[in-house]
């Protein structure tokens, strides 16, 4: 639905029109695979989020230092430096870029999950582990890693990651409920036939705690969460 003809092009015309307006620019440059046992060095291991973060990637000033959810910045921010054992903890980068009170989040062609375009930002992962919702548990991934492109050799190194309960993987998040309230903003936009969605990480922030503290489990399947409840697991 929404297109370009070169990667290269696209990516540079972004950065162009955000330096002109003295805007920074993030993106996911996730690797799963170091939980599967790969290596993963922050200089040379690509981004598994597709081409345009890959091309984005190249071009960064800072790639943030976890091995499995970095970041990559278009202008080097120490306000974005990941500093924390688990991937979306208090002084990840994920948990910081959930905090700023002037970050705009730009969802392009992602597509929906369950009911709604709000996905994509695994900043609503960091508000779970806010909350530590009962269908998540922490699992630590360790392995080799070279978190600085400085780093001559590949350390032992573990992160913690939140991950899904395995009595629960087979639900869906259904994020709708949380949406509805972030587009009571005027700041938020969503055109759902070209899968854009834009809106403001201070305002997920805002609706997501609320409506985490009226259900805990409201984003998964309805009988998953009565299920959750009837063994007080809340």
Same mark, same amino acid.
């Given at each position: 639905?929404?297109?370009?003809?070169?990667?290269?092009?696209?990516?540079?015309?972004?950065?162009?029109?955000?330096?002109?307006?003295?805007?920074?620019?993030?993106?996911?440059?996730?690797?799963?695979?170091? =939980?599967?046992?790969?290596?993963?060095?922050?200089?040379?291991?690509?981004?598994?989020?597709?081409?345009?973060?890959?091309?984005?990637?190249?071009? =960064?000033?800072?790639?943030?230092?976890?091995?499995?959810?970095?970041?990559?910045?278009?202008?080097?921010?120490?306000?974005?430096?990941?500093?924390?054992?688990?991937?979306?903890?208090?002084?990840?980068?994920?948990?910081?870029?959930?905090?700023?009170?002037? =970050?705009?989040?730009?969802?392009?062609?992602?597509?929906?999950?369950?009911?709604?375009?709000?996905?994509?930002?695994?900043?609503?992962?960091?508000?779970?582990?806010?909350?530590?919702?009962?269908?998540?548990?922490?699992?630590?991934?360790?392995?080799?890693?070279?978190?600085?492109?400085?780093?001559?050799?590949?350390?032992?190194?573990?992160?913690?990651?939140?991950?899904?309960?395995?009595?629960?993987?087979?639900?869906?998040?259904?994020?709708?409920?949380?949406?509805?309230?972030?587009?009571?903003?005027?700041?938020?936009?969503?055109?759902?036939?070209?899968?854009?969605?834009?809106?403001?990480?201070?305002?997920?922030?805002?609706?997501?705690?609320?409506?985490?503290?009226?259900?805990?489990?409201?984003?998964?399947?309805?009988?998953?969460?009565?299920?959750?409840?009837?063994?007080?697991?809340?």
């Amino acid at each position: 639905k929404i297109g370009f003809k070169n990667a290269f092009d696209f990516v540079d015309a972004i950065e162009a029109e955000c330096k002109s307006r003295d805007i920074n620019i993030v993106m996911n440059s996730f690797t799963w695979k170091y =939980c599967k046992g790969f290596t993963y060095s922050s200089d040379e291991t690509r981004s598994e989020m597709g081409l345009i973060n890959e091309v984005f990637r190249l071009s =960064c000033k800072q790639r943030t230092k976890s091995a499995i959810y970095s970041y990559t910045i278009m202008k080097y921010d120490d306000t974005l430096i990941h500093e924390d054992e688990s991937c979306w903890g208090a002084n990840s980068t994920c948990q910081k870029l959930l905090q700023k009170e002037n =970050c705009s989040v730009i969802n392009i062609g992602v597509g929906k999950k369950g009911n709604s375009l709000l996905r994509g930002n695994t900043c609503l992962h960091a508000l779970e582990e806010i909350n530590n919702v009962p269908y998540r548990e922490f699992k630590i991934f360790t392995g080799l890693a070279k978190l600085d492109k400085n780093q001559a050799t590949y350390e032992k190194h573990s992160e913690k990651l939140f991950v899904w309960n395995s009595k629960y993987l087979h639900t869906e998040y259904e994020w709708g409920a949380l949406l509805e309230r972030i587009k009571g903003y005027e700041s938020t936009h969503e055109d759902e036939a070209k899968e854009i969605l834009r809106y403001e990480m201070k305002n997920l922030k805002e609706e997501g705690l609320k409506i985490f503290k009226e259900n805990i489990v409201f984003p998964i399947d309805k009988r998953y969460q009565e299920a959750i409840i009837g063994k007080g697991e809340s």
